[in-house]
Each structure stands twice: as structure tokens, then as C-alpha cells.
């Protein structure tokens, strides 16, 4: 069974990064036949064999597994409503530490991917991100400015993921270890 697959409000590309794949799957929720599986993870006691898109999407897998997708903070400014949907109908962000998953306009924001400076630099250099880069980097060192963490974003020393408001645009930046 095939079929447009689900969109993921929180996460903008998760073909892209390789969170769902064509592949022929049985689900492991809806029991369904399926050429579309969903293999970012979920964080669980008992592990599906084979989780579909439209599963994850619509929370079904979550529940059926009692787990969730991510292991991220939120601040109390996020709507409850869209903290559980990235938690459980989100696909999982690879990440090596729990990161913060920002928000705007009292919302969980848009996963967009890491960034990489040379890969996107008309983005790396918007004043929305140099600010985010700015206040990540005042909080690691007094000597630290926003052109240190978009340094470490090239190199690999800090995954930098870009994230953007679903509201009004504005990026939004969360760092992880390597």
C-alpha cells in the first residue's frame, strides 16, 4: 500500500536525512503492507521490527510502543500541544547529547537539519542565526562570539541543528556534542 506520504510539522525534511526510506515493510502498527518505512528509532522498552510513516505520524506508533522519537527539553513557553507532537509523531532527530528543542511565537519550531556553514552560507550569515550563534556562544565562554560556533559548525567539533519558527520564520539554533 502506498499513498502521499504523511507531512511532519516539526520536521522539515526527514526523507532528506534519511528518517524514511522506500523500502517494503510490513508495519509493526497498522499491520499494513507498506513501500515507505519510517527507521530514525524510537526511544521504547520493546522495539518495533518495522514502523511505517503514516504510523508515526499520526501518533499511532508512540502509543502502541509507549515511547516517544525524542530526547529533548523544551522550554514552558512551547505550547503542550506541540511538545507532544514532536515527542511522539515526530520523526527522531540524530543527536549525540539530549538537546533543546527551541520554540517561538509559543510553539515548538521546525527542524531544518545541521548546519553547515559552507553548505548554506547566505544562511549561516542572516541575522537571525548569527544572533542565535551569538547567545550559544556567550553562553559557553565571555570570549566566544558567533563566528566561534559557526567555526565549530564547519569542522564537525559541534553539531549545530537549525531550527525555524513555524509562525513567523525566525531561525532558531540548539547545540549537540560530537
Known sequence: MSGALPQ?????DPIG???IVRQDITCGVCGL???WAYVGGIYAQEKPEALCPWCVADGQAAARYDGQ???????????AESVLAVL???????????????DHCHECCVYLGVLIPSESPELAAASDVVAEA???ARNISKQWDAEDIL?????????????????????KLSLDGT
Open 8 to 12: 511532519f510539522p516539526y520536521y522539515a
Open 17 to 19: 536525512d534519511g528518517r
Open 33 to 35: 503492507a507498506r513501500t
Open 69 to 79: 522519537f525524542q530526547d529533548a527539553d523544551f522550554s514552558e513557553e512551547a505550547s
Open 88 to 102: 511522539r509523531q515526530t520523526p527522531r532527530v540524530v543527536i549525540w547529547n539530549p538537546i533543546f528543542w527551541p
Open 134 to 136: 551569538q547567545a550559544l
Open 151 to 171: 567555526e565549530c559548525a564547519e569542522s564537525g567539533s559541534m553539531t549545530v541543528h537549525l531550527f525555524q519558527c513555524r509562525q513567523c520564520g525566525i531561525h
